[in-house]
């Protein structure tokens, strides 16, 4: 019986390695790039001295003239409409899975009977199973161009919703088109006009088989502080002191659903906005506009919960609205920070919790 030491082992093995790596490297270096992949393609490594091979070999150039045949078609990987075994994490429902702001020209029906062409930034979205992996959200957009061209109304949107829903077989569903929606607004006294942008968003939702309808608008306007306003006058009066209060620019997210009916215009709710608290920013401006402006916001100072409670009176006057919110932020002109409301009314809009960036979103630039 013959008995090897470890070290005579080790030898042996490092000797017959470097014998087999030379002999790997003498049948390589007359092997193809092809002969080489299909051994093992890091073999090609062991040459220092040629180019790594480019195996397979692709071409370089886009072929303009290739056409898609329906066998080619079928071939093709579709890894995002695979089995519920690829799924990745937790198998839960996702509410809401789809795409945000795919931009498009929009035609809108105005209340004076015209249409309007307006850029319009559109987020659709389904509910996905918890067995789906996951949906083509190219469909989405798909869907929506259906019916593009036309004049968009809610009964439009229902449709492109129900397109969708059903290519992308699910139960829930949203559609949102945002867009800046112009109103010409005259001056307070000098007679002059000009155009008022208003940021308006149309939203379409399908839950539980029900169907809503609703509108968002940014109604921007100044808010001057009552309290503020008496401290001023207390100090003219009592000392003749010059003082004057403290105003800022403002924003009211009003939410609203809306019912079967009549109509609700866009201009409806602006100008439900506007009655509600008519210190709206202004557009165009000379000297007597300004101090009506002065005079107007004298005549009507208001605490930002006074302004939620101001929208909330002329929403629910009207029938053709059903649940609504009011969020309300004055940009504090005194205070470094600001001073903010949310009033809900019906379950719709009800929230527990809030989104932690939601009052950031209501800054308005100009």
Request: proline letters at 5%; one cysteine or more; charged letters at 25%.
């Given at each position: 019986?013959?008995?090897?030491?470890?070290?005579?082992?080790?030898?042996?093995?490092?000797?017959?390695?470097?014998?087999?790596?030379?002999?790997?490297?003498?049948?390589?270096?007359?092997?193809?790039?092809?002969?080489?992949?299909?051994?093992?393609?890091?073999?090609?490594?062991?040459?220092?001295?040629?180019?790594?091979?480019?195996?397979?070999?692709?071409?370089?150039?886009?072929?303009?003239?290739?056409?898609?045949?329906?066998?080619?078609?079928?071939?093709?990987?579709?890894?995002?409409?695979?089995?519920?075994?690829?799924?990745?994490?937790?198998?839960?429902?996702?509410?809401?899975?789809?795409?945000?702001?795919?931009?498009?020209?929009?035609?809108?029906?105005?209340?004076?009977?015209?249409?309007?062409?307006?850029?319009?930034?559109?987020?659709?979205?389904?509910?996905?199973?918890?067995?789906?992996?996951?949906?083509?959200?190219?469909?989405?957009?798909?869907?929506?161009?259906?019916?593009?061209?036309?004049?968009?109304?809610?009964?439009?949107?229902?449709?492109?919703?129900?397109?969708?829903?059903?290519?992308?077989?699910?139960?829930?569903?949203?559609?949102?088109?945002?867009?800046?929606?112009?109103?010409?607004?005259?001056?307070?006294?000098?007679?002059?006009?000009?155009?008022?942008?208003?940021?308006?968003?149309?939203?379409?939702?399908?839950?539980?088989?029900?169907?809503?309808?609703?509108?968002?608008?940014?109604?921007?306007?100044?808010?001057?502080?009552?309290?503020?306003?008496?401290?001023?006058?207390?100090?003219?009066?009592?000392?003749?002191?010059?003082?004057?209060?403290?105003?800022?620019?403002?924003?009211?997210?009003?939410?609203?659903?809306?019912?079967?009916?009549?109509?609700?215009?866009?201009?409806?709710?602006?100008?439900?906005?506007?009655?509600?608290?008519?210190?709206?920013?202004?557009v165009m401006v000379k000297r007597e506009d300004e101090q009506a402006f002065a005079e107007l916001n004298?005549?009507?100072?208001?605490?930002?919960?006074?302004?939620?409670?101001?929208?909330?009176?002329?929403?629910?006057?009207?029938?053709?609205?059903?649940?609504?919110?009011?969020?309300?932020?004055?940009?504090?002109?005194?205070?470094?920070?600001?001073?903010?409301?949310?009033?809900?009314?019906?379950?719709?809009?009800?929230?527990?919790?809030?989104?932690?960036?939601?009052?950031?979103?209501?800054?308005?630039?100009?």
């Open positions: 019986m013959n008995i090897h030491s470890p070290e005579t082992s080790e030898i042996n093995d490092r000797l017959e390695a470097k014998r087999a790596l030379a002999a790997l490297r003498a049948w390589a270096s007359k092997a193809t790039p092809t002969e080489i992949a299909e051994l093992d393609p890091a073999i090609a490594r062991l040459l220092p001295d040629q180019p790594l091979a480019n195996y397979p070999d692709l071409s370089r150039e886009y072929p303009s003239d290739f056409e898609i045949t329906p066998e080619y078609h079928a071939s093709l990987p579709d890894l995002q409409n695979g089995p519920s075994s690829l799924i990745r994490g937790e198998k839960q429902l996702i509410q809401h899975v789809g795409i945000s702001n795919f931009r498009l020209p929009i035609k809108f029906h105005i209340r004076e009977g015209d249409d309007i062409t307006l850029q319009t930034s559109v987020t659709g979205t389904v509910s996905l199973d918890a067995e789906k992996k996951g949906i083509n959200m190219s469909r989405i957009m798909r869907s929506f161009y259906r019916h593009a061209e036309k004049t968009f109304s809610f009964e439009v949107m229902e449709a492109a919703l129900a397109d969708y829903v059903t290519d992308l077989e699910s139960l829930d569903a949203r559609l949102q088109m945002r867009f800046s929606y112009p109103m010409r607004i005259d001056s307070l006294r000098s007679g002059l006009s000009g155009y008022q942008y208003y940021d308006i968003a149309l939203e379409k939702v399908q839950q539980n088989g029900v169907l809503h309808k609703i509108i968002h608008l940014d109604f921007v306007y100044s808010s001057t502080c009552p309290c503020s306003l008496e401290l001023s006058e207390h100090a003219r009066q009592s000392r003749g002191q010059l003082a004057t209060p403290h105003s800022q620019r403002s924003v009211a997210r009003i939410s609203v659903e809306v019912v079967e009916g009549d109509c609700l215009w866009f201009e409806d709710l602006i100008e439900m906005a506007r009655a509600a608290v008519p210190t709206e920013t202004q004298a005549a009507n100072p208001i605490f930002v919960e006074d302004a939620a409670r101001l929208f909330c009176e002329q929403l629910k006057a009207d029938p053709r609205i059903g649940d609504f919110r009011v969020i309300a932020s004055h940009q504090e002109s005194l205070h470094s920070h600001d001073a903010v409301s949310v009033l809900t009314d019906g379950p719709l809009f009800a929230s527990t919790s809030l989104d932690p960036k939601l009052f950031n979103t209501l800054f308005h630039v100009g």
